[in-house]
């Protein structure tokens, strides 16, 4: 299928069955770009986590590399954990979703991925909220001068969390969207997460598609005797629930129609980047449905 060009979506690629095995150094960074480029991405998605311990030359080789196979570097996923009590606490990660955007900015990036926080036993909803709106706003400054935006996703749980999302049900998370009016900030809508959160993900791409910037691709599928209910309680344990899988889109509990419908509506020209599959058989499939729905809805 031909790229398409003009006033259309792009679809991304990131290595979400990879992410721990690459970050701790079980797979090469390189080895995984040049594995994708036969999946035909039209850019990537990474997640700051594979920079830890690198120097800058490092990321300009990641950059080079990238753009020599066609794919660039679209994004950069960070997990900033803004729930904090601690105000010092706050202020170094408010520094370490600074150094993302310049990270992402040497990557040749325009957008960079930040999130709520921790969904803390004890937090008072309203004050976190302010949390979450002062770091991210304190953070804008640096993505105006690097020319990034920076995108906050409704989430679920990042990988290396014990607490699922502070923002993860859609009334906290408009909240905090409403909160910040900025030029350099806007949303990452994820359908699969609105569904874990219990919310309706066409709702919500509707309520936020005024400042919709970036889409994660993604499709869920429980384990047989598991309970979407079951997953939305704050489990306490690390990364994301075993009882939940990620698949191959198209196949799985999103409407994919529903949702191409609106963003055609909207005129979408932003990145729609696969986060699922746990093969690279199931990755070109989902790249290759994303195509397809483009070419249906895009032309």
């Keep these: 299928m031909r790229q398409q060009t003009g006033m259309a979506p792009k679809i991304g690629l990131m290595p979400r069955c990879y992410l721990t095995d690459i970050a701790e150094g079980r797979m090469d960074l390189f080895a995984w770009l040049d594995d994708a480029a036969c999946l035909e991405p039209e850019g990537h998605e990474l997640h700051a986590a594979f920079f830890q311990g690198k120097d800058a030359a490092y990321a300009d080789r990641v950059r080079c590399h990238a753009e020599s196979l066609g794919t660039p570097v679209a994004s950069l996923c960070y997990a900033p954990d803004f729930t904090q009590p601690d105000p010092a606490a706050r202020r170094r990660e408010v520094q370490g979703q600074q150094e993302a955007i310049r990270l992402a900015a040497r990557l040749g990036a325009t957008l960079c991925r930040t999130l709520s926080g921790q969904r803390r036993e004890g937090l008072d909803t309203d004050e976190a ?15 105006a001068e690097c020319g990034v935006k920076l995108v906050i996703e409704n989430h679920y749980k990042d990988a290396f969390w014990t ?3 502070f923002a993860q049900k859609a009334d906290v998370f408009l909240r905090i969207v409403e ?9 990452q809508f994820d359908p699969s997460n609105a569904i874990l959160a219990g ?11 005024g400042r919709l910037v970036s889409m994660h691709a993604s499709d869920r599928f429980l384990e047989p005797g ?4 079951a997953l939305r309680q704050a489990d306490g344990t690390l990364g994301y629930s075993p009882k939940l899988r990620h ?33 690279m058989e199931s990755m070109r499939n989902s790249i290759r449905f994303l195509k397809s729905m483009r070419a249906r809805y895009f032309g």
């Design 226 to 229: 598991a309970s979407l209910d």
């Design 129 to 143: 909220v302010g949390w979450v709106a002062e770091c991210i706003e304190a953070s804008l400054p640096v993505a």
């Design 199 to 209: 919310d309706d993900p066409i709702a919500l791409l509707h309520a936020v598609k």
């Design 179 to 187: 909160r910040v009016r900025s030029p350099h900030f806007g949303v």
């Design 163 to 165: 607490y699922p999302e």
């Design 247 to 279: 698949g191959e889109i198209g196949k799985g509990l999103n409407d994919y129609p529903a949702i191409f419908t609106i963003l055609r509506d909207i005129r979408y020209q932003g990145w729609i980047t696969v986060e699922d599959g746990d093969t």
